[in-house]
C-alpha cells in the first residue's frame, strides 16, 4: 500500500501560521507532482498549491504571497507553510502525490480559522 499520512491542522487564530506535513510511504524522487488540496466547508475541492516537474510550483490566486510549498525528498516529506491565516482558508486540507500514472490522496487534516 501507499500512503500519505498529513499532519499540523489545528485551530488557528486569523493572521496566524501553520505548517502542514505529508509523510510518503513511497520515495517522492519517484514523483511527479506533489500538491496540497483544500474542501471548504460545503464546498467542492480545489487546488491550493503545487509542484511539478523542474521544481516549478503552482498556487491557487488566494494562496499567493501567503502559503509556501516544498518538498524535503530525503525525508519523503511535503510541506506546506500558511501564513497570515484567514477565516476563509478553513477546510479539510488533502495531500496529493502523482506517481504516474496514478494519484494519491492522504487522509485530511482539519484547519480552522477564527476570526
Known amino acids: 500500500q501507499v500512503q500519505l499520512v498529513e499532519s499540523g491542522g489545528g485551530l488557528v487564530q486569523a493572521g496566524g501560521s501553520l505548517r502542514l506535513s505529508c509523510v510518503a510511504s513511497?520515495?517522492?524522487?519517484?514523483?511527479?507532482?506533489t500538491g496540497w488540496y483544500r474542501q471548504p466547508p460545503g464546498k467542492q475541492r480545489e487546488l491550493v498549491a503545487l509542484?511539478?516537474?523542474?521544481?516549478?510550483?503552482n498556487y491557487a490566486s488566494s494562496a499567493k504571497g501567503r502559503f509556501t510549498i516544498s518538498r524535503d525528498n530525503a525525508k519523503n516529506t511535503v510541506y506546506l507553510q500558511m501564513n497570515s491565516l484567514k477565516p476563509e482558508d478553513t477546510a479539510v486540507y488533502y495531500c496529493?502525490?502523482?506517481?504516474?500514472?496514478?494519484?494519491?490522496w492522504g487522509q485530511g487534516t482539519q484547519v480552522t480559522v477564527s476570526s
Open positions: 496529493n502525490v502523482r506517481w504516474r500514472p496514478e494519484d494519491y
Open positions: 513511497r520515495s517522492l524522487f519517484s514523483a511527479s507532482a
Open positions: 509542484i511539478i516537474s523542474g521544481g516549478y510550483t
